[in-house]
């Protein structure tokens, strides 16, 4: 397993005009080891350029990513597996083949493959539509292959883009249930965006916030509840929540 | 509270479930199975009784004309029919379009080898964009016949003129629909791409050619249309075999029926490439993806 630093992250966009617009502005955060973490802050603030940056879709312009691995083997590309917001499969190949595409890009040996597809299929509770085309399947049951597309390639650190948010409420209720049960078993390091203060407390076991833009963590809280403890109706965990929710607000100013 | 609320929801609906098994098991005798309205059928004897209607109407269109015409001018579809089954049961009529068909098949295939990495790499790179922008655009204002004589001029009366013609006809078509298909490609998906390191064969294979495939299609389509028409007049000028030569032949000897019965059964084999194979081939490539058609009457 590995564990996420990133340290004094610093990026411009290019604006319309062609100035600069400065959206991280030093953000240094851990993301711990067999755990979730929570990026939560207002939308736009560039959360998910920050993911892109731990995945290494986009560098910096300062600051650095580090992805420490315990796999003491050098030359490896760290496994990232990435979950976006819109499931972002390709249609055109049956769901197995989908979990092929990120097995073959990571170069996972090819004997490897049908155990591993057999594993995480059902893990998700999809293996029946192994041989399905995505666009029969709704659309949390796109997202949940999306989730093990990400998983197959048993990735040192899962990174999620909002998995949830286009998702109804009851479905994504469910996944978010479900994707923390399998973090949890898995002992999987993960890093998750979201705009969602319930969602950071109920998935986060720890919750980095974000100001607005350009971002900076203002603050981090460690999540006093354990994953199988967290019960969205306890008026404790309701209690957190609100404390959550003062905080994002008050990052927000 | 709203896992409760689940619960609850849950709960009822078994209630109601088990409600309406007891109240199915009682009326078993009175009531129907639910039956869905089963009208697809129908339109589909409906569709291909319109097409059939459709071509019967020509052919009485072409037998009325033939009443007030001489046999010379317009022959009667019937003795028509005859010429096209002496030409096929005596098997010229195969080799003769195996030979058309052979230079439209070569030609298409060059034009494909072309065009479709043109067309990638110019919806991918500014650079090849913007530098073969004009002799694609030129390419395709040009007309087919010229492109057939210039091919014979230069290349003289063979085979090499009739694939050349063919290919350079349709070789701008097709890359016009490449690049087009692949600047309008999803470009999140070329992200998902990188985030799993994909090779960039598999890029090209998995992710962007499968985006294209549908314009590809088309392009083939449109393209077959230009080829026929380009290998016919490659072989009216210069060649000595396939359709074109023996509509010339026909022309030659002034038999309309002749030229009549070999446009027919050109016709006949052209109907069953573009409508059976290549529509064959469009719901192979894209059985993935739901049909809806709702809208159309």
């Given at each position: 397993?590995?564990y ?8 411009f966009?290019?604006?319309e ?8 502005e030093?953000v ?9 973490t ?6 736009g ?7 892109n ?14 992805i ?9 590309l760290p ?12 249609n ?5 083949g989908?979990l092929i595409?990120a ?13 591993r597809?057999?594993?995480?299929l ?8 192994r ?5 029969y ?26 998995p ?10 469910k996944?978010r249930?479900?994707?923390l ?6 002992k ?9 203060v ?10 980095v916030?974000?100001?607005a833009r350009?971002?900076h ?19 404790r965990?309701?209690e957190?929540?609100?404390k ?10 | 509270?709203?896992?409760l ?13 088990a ?8 009326n078993e005798e009175?009531t ?6 089963s ?11 319109l097409?059939?209607?459709?071509i019967l109407?020509?052919?009485l269109i ?6 007030f015409?001489p ?22 009529f ?14 298409f295939?060059?034009a494909?080898?072309?065009?479709i990495p ?7 790179l ?14 395709l204002?040009m ?13 003289g ?12 006809t349709?070789m701008p078509?097709?890359?016009?629909s490449?690049w ?9 998906l070329?992200d ?7 090779s ?8 962007i ?9 088309a392009a ?14 490659v ?16 022309f030659?000897i ?6 009549l ?7 006949v084999?052209m ?22 058609e709702?809208?159309?009457?």
């Amino acid at each position: 397993m590995a564990y996420v630093r990133v340290d004094g992250a610093v990026k411009f966009f290019d604006r319309e005009d062609g100035t600069d617009m400065l959206v991280l502005e030093k953000v240094s955060f851990d993301a711990q080891e067999n755990g979730i973490t929570c990026l939560v802050g207002p939308s736009g603030c560039g959360k998910s350029t920050l993911l892109n940056a731990v995945s290494g879709l986009e560098t910096l312009d300062q600051g650095h990513v580090e992805i420490v691995s315990n796999q003491s083997d050098a030359a490896h590309l760290p496994r990232i597996g990435y979950v976006f917001q819109d499931p972002r499969l390709l249609n055109w190949k049956r769901v197995e083949g989908n979990l092929i595409f990120a097995l073959k890009g990571m170069r996972i040996p090819e004997e490897q493959w049908q155990e591993r597809i057999q594993k995480y299929l059902n893990l998700v509770n999809l293996l029946e539509f192994r041989k399905q085309y995505p666009l029969y399947l709704s659309g949390g049951m796109r997202q949940r292959v999306g989730l093990a597309r990400a998983l197959v390639i048993e990735p040192e650190v899962l990174l999620m883009d909002e998995p949830y948010s286009k998702l109804d409420q009851l479905t994504a209720r469910k996944l978010r249930e479900d994707t923390l049960s399998i973090c949890t078993r898995l002992k999987q390091t993960a890093v998750l965006v979201t705009h969602d203060v319930e969602e950071a407390a109920y998935m986060g076991d720890r919750i980095v916030i974000l100001s607005a833009r350009p971002a900076h963590v203002t603050e981090v809280v460690d999540n006093p509840f354990q994953p199988v403890a967290r019960d969205l109706d306890d008026l404790r965990f309701i209690e957190f929540k609100k404390k959550l929710l003062k905080s994002v607000l008050r990052s927000m100013q | 509270m709203l896992s409760l609320a689940v619960e609850a929801m849950a709960n009822q609906e078994k209630i109601l479930i088990a409600r309406q098994e007891v109240q199915s098991a009682l009326n078993e005798e009175l009531t129907e199975l639910p039956r869905r309205n089963s009208n697809k059928i129908n339109e589909g004897i409906r569709n291909i009784g319109l097409r059939v209607a459709s071509i019967l109407t020509l052919i009485l269109i072409w037998w009325l004309l033939s009443l007030f015409f001489p046999p010379t001018l317009i022959p009667k579809p019937s003795e028509t029919f005859t010429e096209v089954a002496t030409i096929v049961s005596t098997g010229n009529f195969f080799s003769e379009m195996g030979s058309t068909l052979r230079r439209v098949g070569v030609g298409f295939g060059i034009a494909m080898i072309v065009s479709i990495p043109l067309g990638i790499l110019m919806g991918t790179l500014r650079s090849f964009e913007s530098f073969f922008e004009p002799p694609v655009i030129l390419g395709l204002t040009m007309p087919g016949l010229i492109w057939a004589v210039l091919m014979i001029m230069f290349f003289g009366l063979n085979e090499t003129s009739a694939y050349a013609a063919v290919a350079i006809t349709i070789m701008p078509m097709l890359a016009i629909s490449t690049w087009q298909g692949t600047k309008s490609i999803d470009k999140d998906l070329i992200d998902m791409s990188k985030a799993f390191h994909a090779s960039p064969w598999s890029k090209v294979v998995d992710v962007i050619l499968p985006q294209l495939i549908s314009h590809i299609l088309a392009a083939i389509r449109y393209g077959l249309g230009l080829a026929w028409k380009v290998v016919v007049v490659v072989e009216m000028f210069g060649l000595s075999n396939g359709v074109g030569y023996q509509v010339v032949r026909g022309f030659n000897i002034f038999s309309m029926k002749a030229v009549l019965a070999w446009a027919i059964s050109f016709l006949v084999v052209m109907i069953i490439i573009e409508f059976g194979m290549i529509g064959w081939l469009e719901k192979a490539v894209t059985k993935w993806r739901p049909r809806a058609e709702a809208w159309r009457r």
